[in-house]
Structures are given as C-alpha cells and as structure tokens.
C-alpha cells in the first residue's frame, strides 16, 4: 500500500471506515486513532473540564488534525479541481475563515482576563496580611474598590479592553504578510464591537450538513475529510467561545454529529458536559466558563462579604477565614499567569494554522489549473 493510502487509513481523519459506516451505521466499527479525543474526554471530570490546561489539550488536538488535514489535502490536491470537492473544499475554508475572528476575539478575552488579574494584584496588596494583624479603614476601601471594579469587569458592564494598548494588536507578525493574504480583515485589527461570537460561530455551523453518500463515493471518501475537519473546527471554537470571554457569546449553536462517525462518540460527549456544567454555573457564566474564572468569582465574592466591614482584626474568626480565601485567590492567579502566555501561542498556532492551509491549497490549485 502506498504510503499516502497509509495515511489515510490510520489518520485521525480517516476516511475509510466512516465511509462504511455512512453507508451502513450498523456495521461493526473498526479501531481509530481518536485517542486524544477520547482522552480529552476521560480526563473531562468535575477538576479538569474548562480548565486553563485542559482546553490547551483541546487546541493541541485540533492542530493535529489541523496538521493532518492540510497533508491529506495538498496530496490530493488534483482530486480539489473536481467536482463536488471544489464546491466542498471551497465551503469549508469559508467557515474556516470565521474561525479567524473567533482568534482573534479569544486573544481579546485573554487581555481582559490579564486585566482582571492587575486588579486582583490591587486587592492582595490592600490586603497584605503577612505584615499586619489589623487593617485600617484606607486598605479596606482600596480592596473593596478594586473587588468591585472586579466585579463590574467579570460580568461585562464594563470594557475593560478600552486602555489596551494592544487592542488592535494582530496575529499576524510583519505588515509584509497582508500583501500575501489581504483578504483577511482579520490579520489587521481585533473583532469590532457590533461583532457576536454567537452570530459568528453560527455562520461556522450554518447549513452544514453530513456528506451525500454519492459526494464521498465521487471523491473516494474525501468529502468525509472536509466534513470531519469542519466538525472539528465548529467544535473547537464553540469551546474557547464558551470558555473565555468575548463579545456575545453563548452556547446557543445546534450542531450534532452522527455517532456512528468514532470520532463523534467522544466529542459529543464532551459537548453534553459542557452545556450540563453551564447549567451548574447558571448566571455565572456570563464572562466564561473557564474553570479559573469560576474560581476567581467564587473566591472574590467571599472576599467581599468578609471584609464589609470597617474594622477588621485579622486574628478573629473572620480575619482567619479571609486569609483562607486570600491564599485561594492568590492559588488561581498564579495558575492563570502561568497558563495564559502558552494557551495564547497556541490559539495564534491555530490562526495561522487556517491561514497557511488556505494559501497553500489556492496556490496549489492555481499551478495545477495552469499546467492542466
């Protein structure tokens, strides 16, 4: 077997048993290398779910298929001028150019999270007990201050993006590349505020429709590459949607895949999870899902409560308690600094990732068309 019929055999987008399998659902499914979904899911529980650390495994999932995808692809790419798979191929890097702005709007929700963190920084200096054992009536306003600032931020009444200094910071690397690929508004500025996450991540999903058994038989399983991939790329970034904090998100998309499609199984799942653990959060979700961000609302709201107080012995049963909670805050904070600078590489991974797959397949596509 050569080695590219290899590939497509033991990829994460297989094609050939999914092939049979939309053909006959009840056929007895062959072994695939999903384990990194399945993992994803397995490691899914009440700790691990939305945090930091486990939506960067998410990403790094998707890059692999990302990954495999464009190599499949630019193998087969003589097979893109036909028909259906130029109208196939053509409709997937559409939806994959809405994945773009969902970047870059998942970069400004982690500039407001580093926000927050500054003004988390304001309360544990106000609230400095290594040094004291009482606090004076100016800390405590200047915690309270900064906890309500907090608050105001996290439930989104407030922009706290308007003094970035980066808001328009693309993730593009030198003005060199807009020459090259112009025609994505979003190399060159952040989402702007009449954009909706929810309205974007619909226009990903819209129509979107699991392949005609006559379309994967004329492309010879191609078709159920496209569909995969773009399954993929809806699934992912309703997860960062969901997670972190961006203009209009929700949860409201409707999108199924068949579980007779393996990789399915687990992402379906995963998606039953999610929605089940926004349903715990009720309205505090309203910033994210992500598990840091619950626990720095849990954790600074019990602060709040604690010290509604004007005088504060940091020795008494309350004084002790807030300690508790002051070492929990400090907890999350550290995690979230370590965790944000690798998880935004990786999301700029994906953005980039979807603009290299499109350049290459077009201008492949074009030399091929030229010596045909």
């Known amino acids: 077997m050569a080695e590219t019929d290899l590939s497509f055999g033991r990829s994460l987008l297989s094609l050939r048993r999914d092939q049979v399998h939309l053909m006959d659902p009840t ?3 062959e072994p695939m290398s999903m384990e990194k979904f399945i993992d994803l899911n397995a490691s899914a529980n009440d700790n691990e779910l939305l945090s930091l650390i486990w939506i960067g495994k998410l990403v790094d999932s998707f890059l692999c298929c990302q990954e495999e995808f464009r190599v499949i692809i630019f193998n087969h790419k003589s097979q893109l001028l036909k028909q259906p798979m130029d109208r196939l191929i053509e409709d997937y890097f559409e939806r994959s150019i809405k994945g773009l702005d969902v970047c870059n709007a998942i970069r400004d929700g982690i500039e407001k999270i580093r926000q927050w963190l500054k003004l988390i920084e304001i309360i544990m200096s106000a609230l400095d007990m290594d040094q ?9 306003h200047r915690a309270k201050k900064a906890l309500v600032d907090l608050a105001i931020a996290m439930l989104g009444e407030k922009d706290s993006s308007n003094n970035l200094a980066h808001r328009h910071r693309s993730f593009t690397r030198n003005k060199d590349n807009n020459q090259q690929i112009g025609y994505f508004r979003s190399l060159s500025w952040s989402v702007s505020r009449s954009w909706s996450a929810t309205r974007q991540l619909q226009g ?32 992912v970034m309703w997860v960062l949607v969901a997670a972190i904090p961006c203009q209009d998100r929700g949860l409201q998309v409707n999108f199924y895949f068949p579980r007779h499609f393996q990789w399915a199984v687990p992402v379906m799942s995963l998606h039953d999870k999610i929605m089940e653990e926004s349903k715990k959060r ?15 609302e849990r954790s ?9 107080s004007e005088n504060l012995l940091l020795i008494d049963e309350k004084g002790l308690e807030m300690k508790e909670r002051m070492k929990e805050l400090m907890h999350v904070v550290e995690d979230v600094k370590e965790g944000l600078k690798p998880f935004e590489r990786k999301v700029r991974d994906i953005f980039h990732r979807i603009v290299r797959s499109r350049t290459e397949v077009l201008d492949s596509l074009g030399k091929v068309h030229i010596r045909e």
Request: hydrophobic content about 45%; some cysteine; aromatic content about 4%.
């Open 300 to 308: 600074s709201r019990m602060l709040s409560e604690l010290i509604d």
């Open 27 to 29: 056929a007895i499914p």
């Open 204 to 235: 990903i999903g819209n129509n979107f429709a699991t392949p005609r058994a006559s379309d994967v038989l004329a492309t010879n399983g191609l078709a159920l590459t496209v569909y995969t991939m773009t399954s993929i790329l809806l699934f």
């Open 282 to 296: 009720d309205q505090k979700n309203a910033c994210g899902l992500l598990r840091e961000i619950d626990q720095i």
């Open 132 to 140: 004291r054992q009482h606090l004076g009536e100016g800390e405590i």
